[in-house]
């Protein structure tokens, strides 16, 4: 078979995508879709940059409820499907949208959600944006191996999501060595429930790793930066409950100072 004449068409239709960002982890359940999704609204706070989030985590989607927009439905426009619009510079797509209800599984093998995922970038209308925050299920399946063919070289690069726990940072290791086989560019690692600081004495108590920062030190080891490390804070997510944005609650928040620095490098 020659090449795929769906690649030219996704690559012309994201020619205005200036970040094309994957948010990856090792593991499920380390804050990777909150992670997204926080980060979307963090760097849609400044209004002149446009965002676009895309779910491609085909059987688990969390990303319209974690970003206030669930039980909304994708239009077609008149190029395309739209985004769902959850700010003016922030859209959002998600399988989410088209099922029909949160409690809905989808089942599906390999080439179905790759057409899925090929929908979501050759008939969505972006239109022009300065990131693409690109939301993956936990590990590395069809739907990375997806991203990255049909996205082919264009990947700015990738963020891996963990937690400190020492289960949790051995499988960073393979999304790391993932990325290199893939020819992904990795932006950094970002810990998350780095620590747990609380809300009454503002004391931070590291629950998880008690003794030094695991990620800090697998990232000297691979030669990664490490982009910052978010606590624990149950502002956080109940924010996600809301789908809303935690940094419009509590913006001097070391969590919130986490979120800055991250927008910062990327
Ligand atoms: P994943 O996408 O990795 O499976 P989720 O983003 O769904 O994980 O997060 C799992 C749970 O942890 C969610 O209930 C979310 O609200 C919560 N959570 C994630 N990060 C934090 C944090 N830094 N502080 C508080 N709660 C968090």
């Keep these: 078979a020659g090449p795929d004449p769906d690649l030219g068409v996704v690559a012309e239709r994201l020619r205005d995508v200036r970040h094309r960002v994957l948010i990856l982890s090792g593991k499920g359940g380390v804050g990777k879709s909150t992670f997204t999704g926080q980060l979307a609204f963090a760097l849609a706070d400044d209004e002149s940059v446009e965002v676009g989030a895309v779910d491609i985590d085909i059987c688990g989607p969390s990303l319209p409820h974690i970003m206030g927009c669930a039980g909304d439905e994708v239009h077609r426009a008149a190029d395309g499907w739209s985004p769902v619009y959850v700010r003016d510079n922030l859209g959002v797509m998600s399988i989410g949208f088209m099922l029909p209800s949160d409690e809905a599984a989808v089942i599906w093998r390999g080439p179905k959600k790759n057409g899925m995922i090929k929908q979501f970038l050759r008939d969505v209308e972006w239109g022009r944006l300065d990131y693409l925050l690109v939301d993956t299920p936990p590990g590395t399946s069809d739907e990375h191996l997806s991203i990255v063919q049909l996205l082919k070289g264009s990947i700015t690069g990738a963020i891996v ?11 960073v290791r393979k999304e790391i060595d993932f990325c290199r086989k893939a020819g992904v560019p990795i932006l950094g690692v970002v810990e998350n429930m780095s620590g747990f600081v609380c809300p009454s004495c503002h004391g931070e108590s590291r629950i998880f790793y008690p003794t030094t920062g695991g990620a800090k030190a697998l990232c000297a080891e691979l030669g990664l930066p490490l982009l ?5 804070d149950p502002r956080i997510g109940r924010a996600c409950d809301f789908g809303s944005s935690f940094l419009d609650t509590c913006a001097d928040s070391p969590a919130a100072q986490a979120y800055a620095g991250i927008v910062a490098e990327i």
């Design 161 to 171: 999501v963990t937690t400190p726990q020492e289960v949790a940072l051995q499988d």
């Design 228 to 232: 910052g490390s978010i606590p624990l």
